[in-house]
């Protein structure tokens, strides 16, 4: 769902789940591995962990012409080791503007393996949000999309099927 | 803008090799969405290929039972063109409705199915006529070209050539546009073709799609009370300021009714 904030930012927010065929410890396990968030992240070319919580990223975001680099950081909070955390990243794209969004993940045991729910939200500024309003909201639905599906599929293999 | 080196070569394999050598390159076919995105600085490529000069990507041609058009070729030409108006009025249409008279003057084929923006107007056309697409490597039918939101099924530095499209039996294209930027809010082609009916929409999805529904129910009975009760799903379609998922949803049957209307 898309509201405007106000003339020079626009904001979303939505809900989704995926099913990770792993134990709920490998799934909390890769959600705090800088390596496995680098290669899920969409577009991350750098990643370094600065603390237990904090963690500096450059991610290029291409969607269509568009082609942006933004450099910022990821934080982590509300750490409930292993049943969800609140990751939340904020980035400036030079000229192109600044984003930033974060998401509460939940984990909880299902016969598959593990449920990983996630509630995003995600907002841009900027150049970006003056010419992308029409395309914010799938472009935020498509990264993340990816994201938790990239995740789902690093924690499986790392951990293999839950027996 | 930023400095870019700039390349207008004469042949496919000059282009394309001039994309190859450039770390971040970019081709340029009509650029009206690349050169506004050049301008406001949102994307820096190190060399920038013409693709204008190349004799290759132009001209239209009648061939066996359709019509190509070749990827340099501007809306308003498709537009004109008196044999794509004679044997695939839907086409001319559509391209006749694209934009301002600055897009469809400079604006190409290739260029607008290469970047497939999800509101753009001919993703309908190619997957609502059965098009093909040739590249520079292969030949593409349209149902597999489009992939995503502004992905298709082109390579790294493979370029568009040219689409054909072969004469539906009937068809029409209709749009609610957005009266500003004259982009597809929601835009539907259905046509009766060789294969059957196809149903095609873009604007509503991140991505050109079909509705295999309708296209069963009009390969019954082409009339606009088959597809009247066919419902369409709001949760993956497209929300922002100019309309909600649900208004689209609901636009997409209205425009495919009146699609069916002027053909039935």
Redesign the interface.
Known sequence: MLKAIDAGMLAMEMKGEHTIPATRAAVWAALNDVAILKAAIPGCDSIERLSETEIEATVTAKVGPVKASFKGLVTLSDLDPPNGYTIRGEGKGGVAGFAKGGAKVRLTDVAEGTRLSYDVDASVGGKLAQIGGRLIDSTAKKLADEFFARLGKLAAGSAGPET | MYAFAYQRPNTLKEAEAAFNAGE?ASYLAGGQ??IP?LK?????PSVVVDLGAIAALKGIAATNGGISVGAAVCHADVAAAPEIRKLIPALARLASQIGDPQVRNRGTLGGSIA?????SDYPAALVGLGATVHTSARDLAADEFFT???ETALASGELVVKVSFPAPRRAAYVKFRNPASR?AIVGVMVAETAQGVRVAVTGAG?CVFRIPEMEAALAKTFSIGAIQNIPIASGEL?????ATAEYRAHLVGVMAERAVAMIA
């Open positions: 971040d969405t690349l995105t406001q600085r949102l994307r820096q970047n497939n923006d999800p509101a995503g939101m502004f982009y991140p497209n929300a922002d300021i100019h």
